[in-house]
């Protein structure tokens, strides 16, 4: 009776007083169960204020509707037929993000960008990126600062949606589109609303682009400033910026990019 089966804490926590007067208290489940009932031996003769507890324990065990004759087997909570398959495991632990609901994976698989960028994406959204934050709770000591904007520490979330260098970036494509915007907390949450307002058809196709491109280039300059001490100015990252979304675009055969290219040629 000590391992936890009958709800949210062990039959031994609940009941130590009759636990201490088991003949077996290591006995299974099986060995004091039957399809005639429960078959539990004390020590000793119990006294007048101890049947009351036994009363309890068999209250607690005729509730459990878990018990039969058959075999025992290893189930998965997380299915109804109770079997483990890969593509269960990725839908409970991957196909959600905080909070219990669906995550925008489909978006990043089904992005026309480089596949080394959709896997940076998916480390993007699931808040898996080797940033400060990250290093910081899997034990690292260091002293974290946002290498873009030098005014507080680097977190996920920070360093790809409010950093005011980020921030610049999505304000670019935004005007460009003439898109109001408020930007949500989470990186997960961004793509599972960006698509959405991606208007006609043929716009989805660069517009899906732009979160991974935007990402993408902030990494870089992020790294770049980190490691090799070398520091764009605001034009160079939205310059590099840019061209790498055209570029992309052209790469896929996205063709509707008129606008985007306008802006270039004047820049």
Not at 106 to 124: A, E
Request: net charge positive.
């Amino acid at each position: 009776m000590k391992e936890n089966w009958n709800g949210n804490e062990a039959l031994m926590g609940l009941f130590p007083d009759l636990f201490s007067l088991c003949t077996n208290p290591e006995e299974t489940v099986a060995e004091v169960w039957s399809i005639h009932g429960w078959n539990i031996v004390f020590r000793r003769h119990l006294n007048d204020w101890e049947i009351g507890r036994v009363a309890e324990l068999l209250h607690v065990l005729n509730d459990f509707n878990g018990l039969s004759a058959e075999k025992d087997s290893i189930i998965w909570k997380h299915s109804r037929d109770g079997s483990l398959s890969v593509n269960k495991l990725y839908i409970k632990e991957v196909n959600e993000y905080p909070g219990g609901k669906p995550g925008p994976w489909k978006q990043i698989w089904r992005n026309k960008v480089p596949t080394k960028v959709k896997c940076f994406s998916w480390l993007v959204a699931r808040r898996a990126c080797s940033t400060h934050e990250k290093l910081k709770s899997r034990g690292f000591y260091i002293t974290s600062w946002c290498s873009l904007c030098n005014e507080t520490e680097e977190t996920n979330n920070h360093l790809f949606l409010h950093c005011k260098v980020t921030t610049q970036l999505w304000n670019l494509f935004l005007g460009l589109t003439h898109t109001e915007w408020i930007m949500p907390e989470h990186t997960a949450d961004l793509l599972s609303c960006w698509i959405s307002r991606g208007g006609r058809k043929s716009k989805k196709k660069w517009w899906s682009i732009i979160p991974s491109c935007i990402w993408w280039c902030i990494w870089k300059e992020r790294n770049s400033r980190c490691y090799d001490n070398k520091a764009n100015s605001i034009e160079k990252v939205k310059w590099n910026c840019l061209t790498t979304f055209y570029f992309w675009c052209k790469e896929e055969g996205i063709e509707d990019i008129a606008q985007i290219l306008d802006f270039i040629g004047t820049l």
